[in-house]
């Protein structure tokens, strides 16, 4: 289990897809988290999140640029309480573009204690410190408030709607490195 990094209340690790599933599956198999991720559909049992948790880290793997996507795991009781991402935004055909992006993903019953913004705050030190990059995005569907509140909270610039990312419109945020 390697720790990518850890916060006050928090460690970002790898996930290890048979443990992990079940967790990951109370994210994405929940509608309310679900229609603010991509379009919305929700996954349709642990073991599909498992397989989906794999295919993952051997993209991340492949990719081998320091990107990827961590469990966020309660320092307290252990439990994985989100995710966090750092990957290339793709474009409307789903083409990885050079565009970072830092996102989120939280267990519904975790969000509005500051675990977000927390593991984004590590996310972005983690971009700018250790893999050098010199800015990092964020997008967000316009009526998903938490995650604007939580880029808001970063420092990050609105840049405004957008439609080159996902092939929807969204609210793009900007963060230069220590700008």
């Known amino acids: 289990m390697a720790t990518l990094f850890e916060t006050e209340r928090l460690i970002v690790r790898n996930w290890i897809p048979q443990e992990d599933a079940a967790q990951a599956f109370e ?3 929940d509608r309310e988290v679900m229609r603010y991720i991509s379009d919305g559909k929700t996954a349709e ?3 599909a999140v498992r397989d989906r948790l794999q295919e993952r880290i051997s993209s991340s793997q492949k990719l081998n640029n320091g990107t990827g996507f961590w469990a ?4 307290n009781d252990r439990q994985i309480v989100g995710v966090i991402l750092l990957k290339q935004l793709p474009d409307n055909d789903g083409i990885p573009t050079k565009d970072i992006e830092i996102g989120w993903h939280f267990r519904r019953s975790y969000w509005g204690h500051g675990y977000a913004t927390e593991a984004a705050r590590g996310i972005v030190t983690y971009g700018f410190d250790i893999l050098k990059l010199p800015v990092l995005y964020a997008v967000a569907k316009p009526e998903n408030e938490r995650s604007i509140r939580v880029m808001q909270r970063l420092g990050m610039k609105s840049m405004g709607r957008i439609n080159k990312y996902y092939g929807v419109e969204l609210l793009l945020f900007q963060l230069n490195a220590y700008a």
């Open 72 to 75: 966020v795991v309660n320092k």
């Open 27 to 29: 994210i994405y198999g």
């Open 45 to 47: 049992s642990v073991e």
